[in-house]
T-cell receptor, first 112, second 114 residues
Framework: KNEVEQSPQNLTAQEGEFITINCSYSVGISALHWLQQHPGGGIVSLFMLSSGKKKHGRLIATINIQEKHSSLHITASHPRDSAVYICAALPTDSGNTGKLIFGQGTTLQVKP | KAGVTQTPRYLIKTRGQQVTLSCSPISGHRSVSWYQQTPGQGLQFLFEYFSETQRNKGNFPGRFSGRQFSNSRSEMNVSTLELGDSALYLC?????????????FGPGTRLTVL
């Protein structure tokens, strides 16, 4: 079993729908990242969380440390949101480094 | 500020050769991490450098090595290339020592081993 699991692996939505991507992890963490990867490979960091909730535009990320679970929500989805979304955990024994453990990614397609 | 840059963007090599990839972090960032992305294994951490010192290393064979220069630019080297080394290699820089900093990713170098 992977230390960081995402669900679903693939997601197709209609424009305007509310989308939720889930991430569960089995290790103690210092922080959890949500990343977005478009075709071509470029990765953008969306959020870095260690507790609670963060919001940026139509994107909301939450984390429950006790349950070892995080969610990424997209409100009013748009075709330009189509991408791969990856959660990445920074274990507490990694120190303040980039030694992230990645989920397998969720491929999102938003249809017009 | 310019973003993280990686060179070259694409590379084709044959088995047994060696390759060197370069990463220039955002100005002022002192931490550089390297990652490998393959369709089968996804993203995996290779190593991380801070102030010319390797702070952490992932589970990769010794054929994978890296270094960081005094200007924070970093290189990674893969010797005796294998077909399975074909991947997208990403580097990311981070400005903070503590608390944990956000990672700023480069565009990646796509390596194909024939």
């Amino acid at each position: 079993k992977n230390e960081v699991e995402q669900s679903p692996q693939n997601l197709t939505a209609q424009e305007g729908e509310f989308i939720t991507i889930n991430c569960s992890y089995s290790v103690g963490i210092s922080a959890l990242h949500w990343l977005q990867q478009h075709p071509g490979g470029g990765i953008v960091s969306l959020f870095m969380l260690s507790s609670g909730k963060k919001k940026h535009g139509r994107l909301i990320a939450t984390i429950n440390i006790q349950e070892k679970h995080s969610s990424l929500h997209i409100t009013a989805s748009h075709p330009r949101d189509s991408a791969v979304y990856i959660c990445a955990a920074l274990p507490t024994d990694s120190g303040n480094t980039g030694k992230l453990i990645f989920g397998q990614g969720t491929t999102l397609q938003v249809k017009p | 500020k310019a973003g993280v840059t990686q060179t070259p963007r694409y590379l084709i090599k044959t088995r047994g050769q060696q390759v060197t990839l370069s990463c220039s972090p955002i100005s002022g960032h002192r931490s550089v991490s390297w990652y490998q992305q393959t369709p089968g294994q996804g993203l995996q951490f290779l190593f991380e450098y801070f102030s010319e010192t390797q702070r952490n290393k992932g589970n990769f064979p010794g054929r994978f090595s890296g270094r960081q220069f005094s200007n924070s630019r970093s290189e990674m080297n893969v010797s005796t290339l294998e077909l399975g080394d074909s991947a997208l290699y990403l580097c990311a820089s981070s400005p903070l020592l503590a608390p944990v900093g956000e990672q700023f990713f480069g565009p990646g170098t796509r390596l194909t081993v024939l």
